[in-house]
């Protein structure tokens, strides 16, 4: 049994957005807000768990990071960047039906940021290869 | 000596076969969701009190010190979390306090580190079990689970030369064939704990001779085969501890958390001579029956460990001195029955019933157990007040024992998660669940999808439609003739969509269907999610087809989720007793529509209930941001309400399972469960709008996407 003590109960982590070196799409990744108004305090709890996923889907856990970013939409389902990151991990998984509808979601959140326009294209372009 | 032998080698066979392959039929639990905490969220002391006692955490006055206690003050609770076992790992339970501000988490901190929390995580409830013909609840422990002073209560009271007897004991039997024999039948026991527990699990209870001389020459087997320790852990996790409504709680596991609220190893010694003297009659010495019969047999089990040297005087005396405090004992004894069915039939194709009941599989949902309860007593509440105060429908009930149904179903728009599912009025008359069995019309409620139809097709919510009466053929292959009505009988001339939606017209809702062509209509429900046979017949605009309440539910998900529609989903994981994830489902959507369409379908719906056919939810006194449709058939034979929050879509039907007419609208019937429903589980609900593509602009007071726009 997986001793992963107390992983889903407790993050402090920084609210800010950190880079994502392994992605391919992105060197970094923009705020999904990308209104000057504060956040509220759902959204940042979303925020917080969308960093808890990236440290698991960095660390290889992608069904743990799916998990994560699920409990993120479900905080905040406005939060277009957990979408996306579980389109990518859905990707990285070889779900690619799934992916594709995660990715929509994202493009309809996020897709007026330009700072994310690339990210973005470069998931649809990778499951565009992919899909059958 | 022949028949000896082979009477000796037959139980031999019993024994081994037995003992050695699946010894208990363990049954599989439901879980519902876990629940998110986190600094802002909307919840009272008051809710969070109530989550804790479904858990079984254990309130105490003195301040937080194991696993499951909690310490609820004027404006703080202090929650020592139980340890857990989730589908993606363990985790160790620590003492957290969460502060409130009203009815707002204002902070969370981590009490050993003293650390603030950003988000925190309830476990899991316990729903239901899935349980075999027995109707055993048992959770398997071993014996390094046990704490010693449980087992050395359990034999000190039992069977207190169980290590030095090779199964049976002597002197006991001779001391209870004494009694016997003063008696001249059987009544006294005198039997081993390998004998009790040769008995529990191969032998009938009736005391007679020819039992008694099984019993024996197996447990002297038993004790051959095994040792001293494998029998005593089979004996606690066997061993009977009284009844929870229909169930029997078996195996000391069981009867820690029924009694205690505890996990077996967190028992005290006290705790552990309670449970031993339960034993000999757990009816009798239940501590809930008979609390100083049960305080006076904890004080005898001490005593016999006292003097049979397995505690010293100090822990007698503190033990005899510590205060019983006892697990708030739950008159409700199944859950979310329909929805334990439900889930039970998706798993059927891959796991079998027999498995479900015996292979003690975890089963992780995503129901919210405080929203199955507001559903449960709205519904409840509402077709109870329904069958007083309408005399048809009372009129029904005396004279024909007819019974008013209902059903709720409530899902997360954006994931699909199902977080509320009251298949009917009482699981316990009727067993059909009509959110996933039921085929009726949807009537009204169907409407949205042809005004979708025309708003893709370029038409606007200021479009005009003729509301004036007109006949077509009722379908292609026949020539009878259809001519649509009002149900308030009245023509309104021209109209824009949005007042021909709002206030439910039927002449200009058929008309605008046949105009945007009623294969078009069909297109939109089916790419929507309604699968059940539709034909693209004039009537189809007013719903005149069947469908499944949860079918309309999923066409439904994609106006508050910005045009992607969700799946609705009930499992997530799929986990055996040792913990491998056999099944691991995630939410699935899919987009349909624009978000542009979508906002302009929410600003429609939100008309229905500000303004339109169901203006009556403002006056039962729901606020906030809504949007929704009434449905209601023809000859009043279903009573319909879809309706959602940004985040909280809900159905609610009200009508005969015989489809005789009920006289009631979906306003009048449907509509007042959903509101109680989401004033109540629909908290936090304080956005103003929907989210708002950036396409979508405003002139002369009407939303328009841009481009379709009117041009002077």
Same mark, same amino acid.
């Given at each position: 049994m997986n001793k992963q003590i107390g992983f889903f109960f407790i993050i402090v982590l920084m609210m800010g957005c950190a880079p994502h070196p392994k992605s391919k799409h992105s060197s970094s990744f923009p705020s999904s807000h990308s209104s000057s108004a504060p956040l509220t305090p759902a959204q940042s709890a979303s925020v917080a768990l969308v960093e808890q996923g990236r440290e698991a889907a960095l660390s290889g856990r992608y069904d743990q990071a799916a998990d994560i970013f699920q409990e993120a939409i479900s905080v905040d389902p406005s939060n277009g960047v957990a979408y996306y990151e579980l389109a990518v991990v859905r990707s990285r998984s070889g779900d690619y039906g799934d992916a594709w509808g995660f990715l929509e979601k994202a493009e309809s959140l996020l897709g007026h940021n330009p700072q994310w326009q690339d990210s973005l294209n470069a998931l649809r372009q990778e499951l565009s290869q992919k899909k059958p | 000596m022949v028949v000896l032998g082979l009477y000796l080698f037959i139980l031999d066979y019993q024994i081994k076969s037995k003992f050695e392959a699946h010894?208990?039929?363990?049954?599989? *639990?439901?879980?519902?969701?876990?629940?998110? +905490?986190?600094?802002?969220?909307?919840?009272?002391?008051?809710?969070?009190?109530?989550?804790?006692? *479904? +858990?079984?955490? $254990? %309130?105490? +006055?003195?301040?937080?010190?194991?696993?499951?206690? &909690?310490?609820?003050?004027?404006?703080?609770?202090?929650?020592?979390?139980?340890?857990?076992?989730?589908?993606?790992?363990? &985790?160790?339970? &620590?003492?957290?306090?969460?502060? &409130?501000? %009203?009815? /707002?988490? *204002?902070?969370?901190?981590?009490?050993?580190?003293?650390?603030?929390?950003? /988000?925190? $995580?309830?476990?899991?409830?316990?729903?239901?079990?899935?349980?075999?013909? %027995?109707?055993?609840?048992?959770?398997?422990? /071993?014996? /390094?689970?046990?704490?010693?002073e449980l087992s050395q209560a359990v034999v000190a009271v039992e069977d207190e030369r169980f290590f030095s007897h090779h199964g049976i004991d002597p002197i006991s039997i001779a001391r209870a064939l004494l009694v016997d024999m003063i008696h001249l039948r059987a009544v006294q026991g005198g039997s081993t704990l390998t004998q009790q527990l040769i008995k529990n699990y191969f032998l009938h209870s009736r005391k007679t001779l020819v039992r008694k001389f099984n019993e024996m020459f197996m447990s002297i087997l038993l004790e051959i085969h095994y040792t001293k320790e494998e029998i005593l852990e089979a004996y606690l996790n066997e061993v009977y501890f009284g009844q929870r409504g229909p169930v029997s709680v078996t195996g000391v596991a069981e009867a820690a958390r029924m009694y205690f609220s505890k996990e077996v190893s967190q028992l005290s010694l006290s705790e552990s001579a309670l449970l031993a003297g339960m034993i000999r009659s757990p009816g009798e010495y239940s501590p809930y029956k008979n609390p100083a019969r049960s305080h006076e047999r904890r004080n005898l089990v001490l005593r016999l460990m006292k003097e049979q040297g397995m505690i010293d005087a100090g822990d007698y005396e503190k033990a005899r001195k510590e205060k019983i405090i006892l697990a708030e004992s739950s008159h409700k004894f199944v859950q979310a029955p329909f929805f334990i069915d439900f889930v039970q039939a998706q798993l059927k194709a891959d796991y079998p019933n027999s498995i479900l009941k015996s292979e003690g599989m975890r089963i992780f949902t995503t129901l919210d157990l405080e929203a199955q309860e507001i559903a449960e007593t709205a519904l409840g509440n509402h077709l109870s007040k329904l069958e007083k105060e309408k005399p048809k429908l009372k009129k029904n009930l005396n004279e024909s024992g007819k019974n008013l149904e209902g059903l709720l179903v409530a899902v997360q728009s954006q994931t699909g998660a199902i977080r509320a599912f009251v298949g009917g009025r009482s699981f316990e008359k009727s067993q059909f669940d009509r959110v996933t069995e039921a085929h009726r019309q949807p009537g009204s409620a169907f409407k949205p999808f042809v005004y979708l139809t025309a708003l893709a097709q370029g038409h606007t919510l200021a479009s005009t439609i003729e509301d004036k009466s007109f006949t077509v053929n009722e379908g292609p292959l026949t020539s009878k003739n259809w001519t649509p009505e009002n149900y308030d009988k009245v023509e309104h001339g021209t109209v824009t969509l949005r007042r021909a939606l709002e206030e439910s017209m039927n002449i200009a809702t058929s008309r605008l269907g046949i105009e945007v062509g009623l294969d078009h209509v069909v297109e939109t429900a089916r790419a929507a999610g309604i699968e059940s046979p539709m034909e693209p017949y004039p009537s189809l605009c007013l719903g005149s087809f069947e469908v499944t309440p949860l079918e309309l539910v999923r066409a439904y998900t994609m106006f508050p989720n910005q045009g992607t529609r969700s799946e609705p989903l009930s499992i997530l994981n799929v986990v055996t007793r040792d913990g491998v994830v056999l099944e691991k489902k995630s939410f699935q959507i899919k987009k349909i529509i624009s978000p542009e369409l979508a906002y302009l379908m929410n600003s429609l719906l939100r008309g229905v209930i500000d303004r339109g056919t169901a203006a009556s939810a403002r006056t039962m006194g729901f606020h906030g941001l809504a949007a929704g449709k009434t449905g209601t058939t023809s000859d009043y034979r279903d009573s319909w309400f879809v309706g959602y929050t940004p985040d909280l879509l809900a159905l609610t039907w009200v009508g005969y399972d015989d489809n005789s007419p009920t006289g009631l609208s979906g306003a009048s019937g449907a509509l007042p469960i959903w509101v109680e429903f989401m004033k109540r589980a629909g908290l936090g609900n304080e956005k103003e709008d929907f989210p708002k593509p950036e396409n979508i602009i405003i002139v002369d007071g009407e939303l328009f996407i841009r481009g379709t726009e009117p041009h002077e």
């Amino acid at each position: 049994m997986n001793k992963q003590i107390g992983f889903f109960f407790i993050i402090v982590l920084m609210m800010g957005c950190a880079p994502h070196p392994k992605s391919k799409h992105s060197s970094s990744f923009p705020s999904s807000h990308s209104s000057s108004a504060p956040l509220t305090p759902a959204q940042s709890a979303s925020v917080a768990l969308v960093e808890q996923g990236r440290e698991a889907a960095l660390s290889g856990r992608y069904d743990q990071a799916a998990d994560i970013f699920q409990e993120a939409i479900s905080v905040d389902p406005s939060n277009g960047v957990a979408y996306y990151e579980l389109a990518v991990v859905r990707s990285r998984s070889g779900d690619y039906g799934d992916a594709w509808g995660f990715l929509e979601k994202a493009e309809s959140l996020l897709g007026h940021n330009p700072q994310w326009q690339d990210s973005l294209n470069a998931l649809r372009q990778e499951l565009s290869q992919k899909k059958p | 000596m022949v028949v000896l032998g082979l009477y000796l080698f037959i139980l031999d066979y019993q024994i081994k076969s037995k003992f050695e392959a699946h010894r208990w039929n363990l049954p599989s *639990r439901v879980y519902s969701d876990s629940y998110p +905490l986190y600094p802002g969220k909307n919840i009272s002391p008051a809710d969070i009190d109530r989550k804790l006692k *479904r +858990l079984h955490y $254990k %309130k105490v +006055l003195i301040p937080i010190k194991a696993p499951g206690e &909690f310490q609820l003050g004027s404006a703080e609770i202090n929650i020592f979390l139980h340890n857990f076992s989730y589908p993606s790992g363990d &985790f160790t339970g &620590f003492p957290v306090r969460i502060e &409130f501000e %009203k009815n /707002t988490v *204002r902070v969370i901190q981590n009490l050993e580190t003293h650390e603030d929390v950003k /988000t925190l $995580k309830l476990e899991p409830e316990l729903i239901g079990s899935i349980f075999d013909d %027995k109707m055993e609840d048992r959770t398997l422990v /071993t014996l /390094t689970e046990i704490p010693d002073e449980l087992s050395q209560a359990v034999v000190a009271v039992e069977d207190e030369r169980f290590f030095s007897h090779h199964g049976i004991d002597p002197i006991s039997i001779a001391r209870a064939l004494l009694v016997d024999m003063i008696h001249l039948r059987a009544v006294q026991g005198g039997s081993t704990l390998t004998q009790q527990l040769i008995k529990n699990y191969f032998l009938h209870s009736r005391k007679t001779l020819v039992r008694k001389f099984n019993e024996m020459f197996m447990s002297i087997l038993l004790e051959i085969h095994y040792t001293k320790e494998e029998i005593l852990e089979a004996y606690l996790n066997e061993v009977y501890f009284g009844q929870r409504g229909p169930v029997s709680v078996t195996g000391v596991a069981e009867a820690a958390r029924m009694y205690f609220s505890k996990e077996v190893s967190q028992l005290s010694l006290s705790e552990s001579a309670l449970l031993a003297g339960m034993i000999r009659s757990p009816g009798e010495y239940s501590p809930y029956k008979n609390p100083a019969r049960s305080h006076e047999r904890r004080n005898l089990v001490l005593r016999l460990m006292k003097e049979q040297g397995m505690i010293d005087a100090g822990d007698y005396e503190k033990a005899r001195k510590e205060k019983i405090i006892l697990a708030e004992s739950s008159h409700k004894f199944v859950q979310a029955p329909f929805f334990i069915d439900f889930v039970q039939a998706q798993l059927k194709a891959d796991y079998p019933n027999s498995i479900l009941k015996s292979e003690g599989m975890r089963i992780f949902t995503t129901l919210d157990l405080e929203a199955q309860e507001i559903a449960e007593t709205a519904l409840g509440n509402h077709l109870s007040k329904l069958e007083k105060e309408k005399p048809k429908l009372k009129k029904n009930l005396n004279e024909s024992g007819k019974n008013l149904e209902g059903l709720l179903v409530a899902v997360q728009s954006q994931t699909g998660a199902i977080r509320a599912f009251v298949g009917g009025r009482s699981f316990e008359k009727s067993q059909f669940d009509r959110v996933t069995e039921a085929h009726r019309q949807p009537g009204s409620a169907f409407k949205p999808f042809v005004y979708l139809t025309a708003l893709a097709q370029g038409h606007t919510l200021a479009s005009t439609i003729e509301d004036k009466s007109f006949t077509v053929n009722e379908g292609p292959l026949t020539s009878k003739n259809w001519t649509p009505e009002n149900y308030d009988k009245v023509e309104h001339g021209t109209v824009t969509l949005r007042r021909a939606l709002e206030e439910s017209m039927n002449i200009a809702t058929s008309r605008l269907g046949i105009e945007v062509g009623l294969d078009h209509v069909v297109e939109t429900a089916r790419a929507a999610g309604i699968e059940s046979p539709m034909e693209p017949y004039p009537s189809l605009c007013l719903g005149s087809f069947e469908v499944t309440p949860l079918e309309l539910v999923r066409a439904y998900t994609m106006f508050p989720n910005q045009g992607t529609r969700s799946e609705p989903l009930s499992i997530l994981n799929v986990v055996t007793r040792d913990g491998v994830v056999l099944e691991k489902k995630s939410f699935q959507i899919k987009k349909i529509i624009s978000p542009e369409l979508a906002y302009l379908m929410n600003s429609l719906l939100r008309g229905v209930i500000d303004r339109g056919t169901a203006a009556s939810a403002r006056t039962m006194g729901f606020h906030g941001l809504a949007a929704g449709k009434t449905g209601t058939t023809s000859d009043y034979r279903d009573s319909w309400f879809v309706g959602y929050t940004p985040d909280l879509l809900a159905l609610t039907w009200v009508g005969y399972d015989d489809n005789s007419p009920t006289g009631l609208s979906g306003a009048s019937g449907a509509l007042p469960i959903w509101v109680e429903f989401m004033k109540r589980a629909g908290l936090g609900n304080e956005k103003e709008d929907f989210p708002k593509p950036e396409n979508i602009i405003i002139v002369d007071g009407e939303l328009f996407i841009r481009g379709t726009e009117p041009h002077e």
